[in-house]
């Protein structure tokens, strides 16, 4: 020490230690991060200390979650899900024949994917309120990017074959995820872009249907905006004015029974039962009026009977493999996306909790076993959920019932269809559409959070003028771009004291916060990485300059002290660049000060010798502690008229 340096007390009220935590084996370490990475809900802890049948019945449970209320099912809870199930399959009829036409399916496979996957979901789901069918976004996107490759007109059979196949990779990329805990992908697609790729999904989905409502008998397989437009108007002499009329009125009716029952939600079956209703209405005005002989397009022929195998129909031969396996990722990201969500919305409703993995297990099942029985993607929708639990499912059952309903469809009632018009199909999947475009959420959005505004604009521009997967891609990389630049660009602030008390807060966002004569108070607000250290480095430089400005001719700048409160960790590269802020600092004759740092932060800073460059009485539990000692070192200096460089 040299002459005129005042020495540090180390026995003051402000000198609460910060401890170096203890060494901790490393595998020790390894295991608790990864537990804490893929196992946060520690499923494993209801097997503790439990007799080995015991753990044979909980894991039977665990993947069966039937085996868990099925016991204690009574009569009054069947009556419930029995007025629920037969509620939505009178949606998911006309529903399911609706989107295996936009997937360029036979539509009798809509009718065999509500029969086989909703009785899967029933024993392996933990949601109490999905209604598992098919959904209007995986079909155009297995429309399209199948359509891309195969004509499903020129070789239906082998589009058919890398449909099965698609649905089939789709449920193994589910059931991967569930069982290796790597749900937390899923994650990646935000409430933002979820919004703007669901609205521009059903834009492009609505503009597709102008062919049926349009009677046109040749339409382009792409989907965006200006393709459409210029086919649709590029045969203007081929629009049929039956199918038009027809459509419009079965729109309108579609649309007045969901706004009444809207705004009456005691008659929420009103909406539930006007898709059935239109197809019987339809179909009774064609088979009376002969309009099939009038332009209005029907569906035809619909086989008898329940789902025939169709294992030796996957296909697995290049080429068509790579693009069975990139159109079954897609479209089981967008379906766990889709059916999570909603499960979790609902469970919220009723105050109870759904596993996300167990749900993306339950959903790979049944999709795997759905591509070997007829089926195609299937997920919980959110219109379908949204009528079971109106209606008052009480458990999975209801699923159960509306699957028996489909099956006595498939096996006696599939003739009936044969005079159902194409045009009322349009009109249910416009209805069913206009209810994903949820204009509220986006400007929600613009009011909270700009940068998901442009999240979700972007997705849906990318949808409507692209294509879903450009749409998707656009959102997922804005996403991605946003969490990357929170990661690099952490935020730092310049802290203040809150006066009559011991907080210090920001000063942009507390005017009344007062700043410290000779000490510059900053906190980071984010782990320190190498992506980050360089800037945080410049950054605290640059805050130090305009500090040394600011003071000029008052009490010079002689500390620096850091809140390391929000740094949750920190690597090699974030060590250095410490090491590097206490070289820029002792230039320039301040002194860095640490407070409130975390045990990994110490640990690292321990074998990283940097706490002993620093100094550990210079590290403190509290950034009021920290500033006290400051205060006192600078008060001691002022009244001993010594110099307060390099005080320890």
Avoid at 597 to 609: H, N, Q
């Amino acid at each position: 020490m040299g002459n005129g340096d005042v020495a540090f007390p180390a026995a003051t009220e402000f000198a609460r230690r910060v401890p170096v935590p203890p060494a901790r084996p490393f595998l020790d370490t390894f295991r608790a991060n990864l537990k804490e990475t893929f196992f946060p809900d520690d499923p494993l802890r209801q097997f503790r200390n439990q007799t080995v049948p015991r753990k044979f019945m909980l894991g039977l449970k665990y993947f069966f979650p039937i085996l868990d209320w099925a016991p204690t099912y009574s009569a009054s809870l069947f009556k419930s899900d029995l007025i629920a199930g037969i509620t939505i399959a009178s949606l998911a009829i006309p529903q399911g024949i609706s989107y295996a036409k936009l997937a360029n399916l036979p539509p009798i496979l809509g009718l065999y994917s509500s029969f086989v996957p909703p009785l899967v979901y029933a024993m392996m789901g933990s949601s109490r309120d999905l209604a598992v069918g098919t959904v209007a976004v995986a079909s155009l996107l297995i429309s399209s990017m199948l359509g891309k490759e195969i004509s499903p007109v020129q070789d239906p059979a082998l589009y058919l074959h890398v449909a099965f196949t698609a649905t089939f990779f789709a449920g193994l990329f589910q059931a991967s995820l569930g069982l290796l805990r790597l749900g937390f992908i899923v994650d990646f697609l935000s409430h933002a872009t979820i919004v703007g790729f669901m609205a521009g999904a059903a834009t492009v989905v609505c503009l597709q249907q102008l062919k049926g409502m349009l009677g046109l008998q040749h339409f382009t397989t792409a989907t965006d905006l200006v393709s459409v437009l210029q086919s649709v108007f590029s045969q203007v002499h081929q629009w049929r004015w039956e199918s038009a009329v027809l459509g419009c009125c079965f729109l309108f009716f579609l649309l007045v029974t969901r706004f009444f029952s809207k705004r009456r939600p005691k008659f929420f079956w009103v909406s539930a039962a006007a898709p059935l209703t239109s197809v019987i209405l339809g179909s009774l005005l064609v088979y009376l009026t002969h309009a099939e002989n009038h332009g209005v397009q029907v569906i035809g022929h619909l086989k008898k009977g329940l789902n025939p195998p169709s294992a030796t129909s996957l296909t697995f031969m290049p080429p068509y493999i790579m693009v069975a396996l990139k159109t079954g990722i897609v479209t089981g990201i967008i379906a766990l996306a889709e059916g999570i969500a909603v499960g979790r919305s609902f469970a919220m409703f009723k105050n109870y909790h759904i596993d996300g993995n167990k749900e993306m297990i339950a959903f790979g099942t049944m999709n795997m076993v759905g591509s070997l029985t007829s089926c195609y993607l299937t997920t919980g929708p959110f219109s379908r959920s949204a009528v079971n639990y109106n209606a008052g499912c009480k458990t999975a059952m209801s699923n159960v019932v509306m699957s028996v309903a489909v099956m006595i469809t498939l096996l006696f009632l599939t003739p009936l269809f044969h005079y159902t018009p194409l045009v009322v199909l349009s009109a249910i999947i416009i209805s069913a559409m206009l209810g994903l475009i949820d204009y509220e959420a986006v400007i929600h959005l613009w009011h909270v959070d700009k940068v998901d505004f442009c999240v979700c604009v972007g997705a849906y521009l990318g949808v409507v003028f692209g294509s879903v997967e450009i749409g998707l891609v656009i959102a997922v990389s804005i996403s991605t771009m946003r969490v990357l630049l929170f990661v690099a660009r952490p935020r730092t602030t310049v802290l203040g004291s809150i006066p009559n008390s011991m907080a210090y807060r920001r000063v942009d966002q507390y005017p009344a916060a007062q700043s410290v004569p000779g000490v510059l108070i900053l906190g980071i607000d984010a782990p320190i990485y190498f992506a980050n250290a360089s800037y945080l480095r410049e950054r605290i430089s640059r805050w130090i300059d305009e500090e040394t400005e600011r003071t000029k001719g008052e009490t010079s700048l002689q500390y620096l002290i850091l809140d390391l409160g929000a740094v949750g960790s920190i690597d090699t590269s974030g060590i250095s660049m410490l090491e590097e802020v206490k070289k820029i600092v002792d230039r320039s004759g301040i002194k860095l000060v640490l407070a409130n740092p975390g045990s990994e932060v110490m640990k690292k800073l321990d074998s990283s010798k940097v706490l002993e460059g620093i100094g550990q009485e210079w590290i403190f539990l509290t950034v009021a502690d920290a500033v006290a000692a400051c205060d006192f070192m600078l008060h001691t200096c002022k009244s001993n008229g010594a110099s307060c460089e390099n005080a320890v």
